[in-house]
């Protein structure tokens, strides 16, 4: 069974810096790729940032440059360095981990999210 369990959440001033860990069951390279989403209350879960099982990364583009996403192998984890950050930055953050099956159907799994809030 998947499982997919985030910390680093917190509070934090604006500017200041977070780092959120997920911790993968079953092994990360089983994923084509690894992600993090946020969701702010009254707004769609939205991609942060994705990196793939060969490298490449994705960032949305309202954290490009602060945010940083990263994988360790050997620790089954992917993390998610943030910088720099603001107040619309606030928001519940899930660990997401997705693969494709033969017949190019995508299934996915999630963590239970972590809460971070930027104080201005």
């Known amino acids: 069974q998947v499982q997919l369990v985030e910390s680093g959440g917190g509070l934090v001033q604006a500017g200041g810096s977070l780092r959120l860990s997920c911790a993968v069951s079953?092994?990360?390279?089983?994923?084509?790729?690894l992600g993090w989403y946020r969701q702010a209350p009254g707004k769609q879960r939205e991609l942060v940032a994705r990196?793939?099982?060969?490298?490449?990364?994705t960032y949305a583009d309202s954290v490009k440059g602060r945010f940083t996403i990263s994988r360790a192998n050997a620790k089954n984890t992917v993390s998610l360095q943030m910088n720099s950050l603001k107040p619309e930055d606030t928001a519940n953050y899930y660990c997401?981990?997705?693969?494709?099956?033969?017949?190019?159907?995508?299934?996915?799994?999630w963590g239970q999210g972590t809460q971070v809030t930027v104080s201005s």
């Open positions: 997401n981990a997705y693969k494709y099956t033969g017949l190019g159907s995508r299934y996915d799994y």
């Open positions: 990196i793939t099982s060969g490298g490449s990364t």
């Open positions: 079953g092994g990360i390279f089983s994923f084509n790729g």
